[in-house]
């Protein structure tokens, strides 16, 4: 599972929830870790919109997956607006659902009072030949969050994303990529995003 990315003391994400906070003014990655517990990492929209064009070339590389299928089930986007607090509601479940076996959506990532919760200062992205290894790490000392979606994931994660920028009415200028970006299929990518 694991593609190289990061320290051995970082923490593998089992299961995530994005959510755009609208008192915060950012995205929410709410997630559950291997060790039963819930961590919520805040993306900035100008950290985003440095990974948004990675996970567009990433998606581009895959042979069946084309990067605005959005007919998703119109469940995926919903915004937590009367709380600073991370995801009390069975938010956007633009979920990534990393270990479901099953097409079906699980219940959203909803963090406790006393989840940690952080800043993400930045994305150590690498797209391997089966998946796409996203690796969260802060400038306060936390352990890195590895954040692992096979390419049948990665799309449908990128939409929830798309979702939380639309709602969050941030520029969807990264969103459109340049006609002439190249492909290197199968070939390891890592991008350090600061």
């Not at 990655?29 to 819930?38: F, I, R, Y």
């Not at 479901?100 to 989840?115: L, N, Y």
């Not at 200062?121 to 400038?139: C, K």
Request: hydrophobic content about 40%; glycine content about 8%; some cysteine.
């Amino acid at each position: 599972m694991s593609q190289g990315v990061g320290a051995p003391e970082a923490v593998v994400v089992t299961r995530a929830t994005l959510a755009y906070h609208q008192i915060e003014d950012r995205i929410s990655l709410t997630c559950a870790v291997s060790n039963d517990e819930c961590v919520v990492l805040w993306l900035t929209a100008r950290l985003a919109s440095q990974l948004v064009p990675h996970l567009c070339q990433a998606i581009k590389q895959l042979p069946d997956v084309t990067p605005d299928d959005g007919n998703g089930d119109g469940n995926r986007e919903e915004t937590d607006t009367d709380s600073a607090t991370p995801a009390h509601e069975p938010a956007s479940d633009a979920a990534s659902e990393s270990g479901s076996a099953q097409g079906v959506p699980e219940a959203p990532v909803v963090a406790g009072a006393d989840s940690a919760a952080w800043l993400v200062t930045a994305i150590d992205l690498t797209n391997g030949p089966m998946l796409v290894q996203l690796g969260f790490r802060d400038d306060q000392g936390h352990p890195p969050l590895l954040f692992s979606l096979e390419h049948t994931q990665l799309a449908q994660w990128s939409e929830g994303l798309k979702s939380c920028y639309a709602q969050a009415g941030w520029s969807m200028e990264c969103w459109h990529m340049p006609a002439g970006a190249g492909s290197q299929n199968d070939v390891t990518q890592r991008v350090a995003l600061h």
